[in-house]
């Protein structure tokens, strides 16, 4: 979601937003809270959303932004279904007043929510909806405005946008208000996220992380997470199950060549009776030769040209069911180079599989062809 996004595995009303702007590398920070769904001594802290009227609720999980989260996010990557991800930067030009229950739908703070929980409630950008924090015995209730409807939230894994994900899904709200709604919520309810923005380049990202784990990770526990780190680790990750779906595909090239050769090698042989008659009515040898080798290399082409169509229609479709399923954005591409690569050598074995059983036989006399 930023270059650098840090989670706080500690319990407290806390801010370490001043220390992490310290760390040389920083540009700015953003901090972000959420709740526990449940303290150590069971208590839970529940928040429900609510269309206005109340025909529909769902338990939600609230998060708290300050001003500086467009700063550092990644706007580029939101995908607002409704709505601007601007909305993100005006979360905090209203404040909430829980004791007020009649105020004008422009007076009312706003939230973005996931389009899971959009699609739930049946609302959209400019309705209301009503939050309820129950933090134990406590409870506070709220209107906001839907500002925005997010089917992708970068830095938040639970902006999500099935409907059937739709329980425990994202709701972001300024932190000042968030606060507001959490006032009788104790210090153990309250966990951290900081979204960090780094100066330089994926180097100084590194040197970043690297600085805060050192510094605040015997303290509080910090799980930092860097974008620079984990390109690298999705880079040579690739290139590893490159190598070992390459070596998967040498092998299994080179027995279906060998099954391809024996197969067309029997073939050829099955049919020296027929090779036998055609060449005692006056076949050349080259005829013949050119007879069989095409025949070879047009099963081949079309036995290719199918299994590769067959091949890329099934990728396509588990790519598409894995991007729906997990939600993640997943790019399909086209191995062209390897699939012409094997579809030739497939064609030159058939070709050569055809040529050595078909120029031996050919060597001899149509009458010792049908003695055979």
Known sequence: GADLKIQAFYTGSESLKPDLEHIEGVKAVSEVRFLHSRSDAGIAYDVVISDVVGMKNLWVVPFGADRDLAKVLYTRQIVCEAGRPEAIAELAAQAVNPAEKASPSNALPPVVLSLAVARFLEVD????????????????DARFRVAAVCSAMPGFESFRARVARAVGAGVLMSLDNFKTMTRSAPAEAFQGLYFARTTGDASAQKTAAHRIREEFDVRYRFGVQCTAEQKEQARILYWATQVLFGLLLVVAVV?????????????????????????????????????????????????????????????????????????????????????????????LAGALAAYVPTRSLLRKSAAEILRI
Do not use: N
């Not at 950008?125 to 939050?131: C, H, W």
């Not at 790519?319 to 062209?336: D, G, I, N, R």
């Open 125 to 140: 950008a400019g309705d209301l909806v009503q939050l309820s924090f129950r933090l134990g015995s406590e409870r506070s």
């Open 255 to 347: 027995i279906a060549v060998f099954a391809l050769i024996a197969s067309m090698a029997t073939t050829v042989m099955e049919r020296r009776r027929e090779i036998g008659v055609l060449k005692a009515l006056g076949l050349r040898r080259r005829q013949l030769f050119l007879l069989f080798l095409a025949e070879a290399v047009i099963l081949t082409l079309s036995a290719g040209i199918a299994g590769g169509a067959i091949g890329f229609t099934l990728a396509w479709l588990f790519v598409l069911q894995a991007s729906v399923l997990m939600e993640l954005a997943t790019a399909f591409t086209m191995p062209y180079v390897t699939f012409l690569a094997t579809l030739a050598i497939s064609i």
